[in-house]
C-alpha cells in the first residue's frame, strides 16, 4: 500500500469520526487502535503532529490505529510504540497491550525475545566447549610446528668441501690495482670526449586511491548508507511501502540500503546521524524539523 492509500485511509477515519464524534459521555472504544485514534481526535492532534512527537513515521501511526501489524516491525516494538503514544495521550497503556497480546498471531513471535533466548542458551554451551577446545588447539600447533622442524632438519645436506683450487686462490692476496699516471690525471678532458649524461628522474609518487568504506564493503557505493554516534530511530521505505529499515539504532550502528526509488527516509534524532547517497556526504541540516530529518531521495 502507497502513501496515497494511507492518505486515504486516513481521510475516510478522519470524515467518519467527524460524523460519529464521541460525546463526553461515551465510553472509549475497547480496541488499542480506535481507542488510541479516539483519544487523538479528542487532544485535537493529528497524525502528523503524534509522529514527530514520537519520533516515527506517520505510516507507522496509521497502521497502529488501523491495527494492520503486517505493517509493523516486531511484536516487541509495535508494544513500545502503543506505550509510548498511551502515555503522550496520559491513558493507561495496559488494557491497550492486553487487547494488541490478544490479537497478535502465534506466527508473530518476538523476535528480538528469541535472538535474546538464542543467545544466551549458545553462549551457555559455548562456555562448556571454550576450555577443551581452546586445548586441542594449541596442542595441534605445538604438534605441527615441531613436526616442520623435523622435517626442514632432514630435508638440509652438509655442505659440500670447497676443491683445492679454490682455497689456493683464495689464500692468495689481493693484486693491487695499478696507479694512475700523474700526466693523465693533470691533462685536461676535451668536451667531445665527454658525453651528456641526462640526470635519472626520481620515481614518481603513486598516491593511494581513498575508498569509502561503504566502497569497500560492498564493492558500490549504496544508495543510501546510515551510520551512528548516539541513540536513533530510523526508517526507511521504498516507493512499494517495503519497509527496508525500521529500527532504533545504537552508537556505532551502520547500514547500507539499496531499493525502488524513491526511497522515503525518517531519522528520529539527526543529531547522531551521519547520511551518504551514492557515495557523497548528504546534509540533513535543510531536512530537519524538531531534531527529526525527513527527506526523499529520488
Known sequence: MNEQDFVSDERAVAAQSAVEAPGPEDSAPPSYGARLAWQRQGAGLSVTDVAASLRLHPN???????E???RLPAPAYVRGFIRSYARMLNIDPAPLLSDLNAKLAPARESVVDRMATDYVAARAAGRERMLPQWAIGIALVVFTALGLIGWQATQQ???EPAPPEALAVSAAPPTPAPALATDAIASPVSEASVAPVDPIPAPAEVAEPTVRPSVIATGAAPTLALRFNGASW?????RNGKILLSQRNAAGAEH???????LTVVIGDANFA????????????PF?????ARFVIK
Open 60 to 66: 507507522q501511526i496509521r497502521a497502529i490505529e488501523q
Open 68 to 70: 494492520d501489524l503486517a
Open 157 to 159: 645436506s652438509p655442505p
Open 234 to 238: 530510523a526508517e526507511v521505505t521504498d
Open 256 to 262: 547500507a540500503l539499496d531499493g525502488e526509488l524513491p
Open 274 to 285: 551521519s547520511v551518504e547517497v551514492r557515495g557523497a556526504a548528504f546534509s540533513l541540516q
Open 288 to 292: 530537519t524539523r524538531n531534531n527529526v
